[in-house]
């Protein structure tokens, strides 16, 4: 058995989808419904039980859980780079994180693990994906940190060695939904182009980047899938990776392939950036992929323009969801 925690979410649930896909359904999925609509990525997915994380935590804890896992992929976590509440952020990304760990331990099953590309902090210390320099990173916001956190509990505890924490970078596609603010920037592009016929964009408060030119390392959610399966198919390896394409695309880049995907002809707005994120925005995010390379991922990952084509109208037109 497989368990899946955020199984509900964006990336667990296209997971989720893909194991389907590969005929594998014995799978479990620890996750919190709550009161928004992630509870349609489920629809079409095929498994064998579901748990609501606050249960599932108190049976761990009290050694009541009495499930044959081969592995644990943890994708659960609050991801939104705007939480103030730190001790949620805590509680929920760092503390039930070491819980989920130990459990994995006792029991001898394989624990793959969503660290953050938030983690990297303004990039002034690189991309790299190198166990060694992690105590060199300073996150810009507490998300970002909380993952951080437990990046650096699992290298202190020795346990980069059999864990794989994977480094998401910008992932965007069908299943995001539910997630308001923290939808990708295609999901809420889609949305303003259909209401207004046009997109809004942070102006660059940066002399060395024009309006729209801040750049990120965006990463399609069929992409983001296959790279952290490779590893629940290569038990052999451990260790940090980043989990993206390694080509920063900018923000203009991506506002037009959404319109050329609608069919629609290029409209930007750029706007002020609001001032409580000045401090906190990144300009430039690119994964460093070489070392998921050198462990023998050969697959290429799909171009900016044929992603977003593919997203929008395979699914944003047509409303649909991914299917197992």
């Known amino acids: 058995m497989i368990l899946v925690t955020g199984g509900a979410g964006f990336i667990g649930s296209a997971l989720i989808a893909e194991l389907n896909a590969r005929g594998y359904d014995d799978i479990f999925i620890v996750d919190i419904l709550g009161t928004d609509e992630r509870w349609k990525n489920l629809r079409n997915l095929r498994f064998a039980d579901y748990m609501e994380s606050e249960d599932f935590s108190q049976m761990v804890s009290d050694s009541e859980i009495e499930l044959d896992v081969d592995a644990i992929i943890h994708m659960g976590a609050c991801s939104d780079t705007t939480e103030r509440d730190c001790s949620y952020l805590v509680r929920n990304n760092y503390e039930f994180s070491?819980?989920?760990?130990?459990?994995?331990?006792?029991?001898?099953?394989?624990?793959?693990?969503?660290?953050?590309?938030?983690?990297?902090?303004d990039g002034s210390q690189g991309f790299a994906d190198d166990e060694d320099q992690l105590q060199d990173l300073t996150p810009l916001n507490m998300y970002g940190y909380s993952k951080h956190i437990f990046d650096l509990w699992c290298r202190r505890q020795g346990l980069l060695d059999k864990f794989v924490g994977l480094k998401f970078f910008n992932v965007f596609g069908p299943n995001e939904y539910h997630k308001?603010?923290?939808?990708?920037?295609?999901?809420?592009?889609?949305?303003?182009?259909?209401?207004?016929?046009?997109?809004?964009?942070?102006?660059s408060h940066r002399s060395d980047y024009p309006d729209g030119g801040q750049l990120r390392d965006f990463v399609y959610v069929r992409d983001a899938v296959a790279m952290t399966l490779f590893f629940l198919d290569r038990p052999d390896l451990a260790g940090i990776y980043n989990i993206g394409t390694g080509r920063a695309r900018n923000w203009n880049d991506l506002a037009q392939a959404v319109f050329r995907a609608l069919d629609k002809p290029l409209n930007v707005e750029y706007m002020d950036m609001p001032e409580v994120l000045r401090g906190k925005y990144q300009y430039f995010t690119q994964a460093d992929i070489s070392k998921i390379r050198q462990a023998g991922y050969e697959a290429k990952t799909i171009p900016l323009e044929d992603a977003v084509n593919d997203y929008v109208r395979n699914y944003l037109l047509k409303d649909a969801y991914l299917k197992g």
Do not use: C
Request: charged share 25%.
């Open 98 to 121: 070491k819980l989920l760990a130990g459990w994995a331990l006792e029991i001898g099953a394989r624990f793959i693990y969503a660290s953050s590309a938030a983690t990297y902090g």
């Open 180 to 203: 308001g603010e923290m939808r990708s920037f295609v999901l809420k592009a889609y949305e303003q182009i259909r209401s207004s016929g046009r997109v809004r964009l942070f102006k």
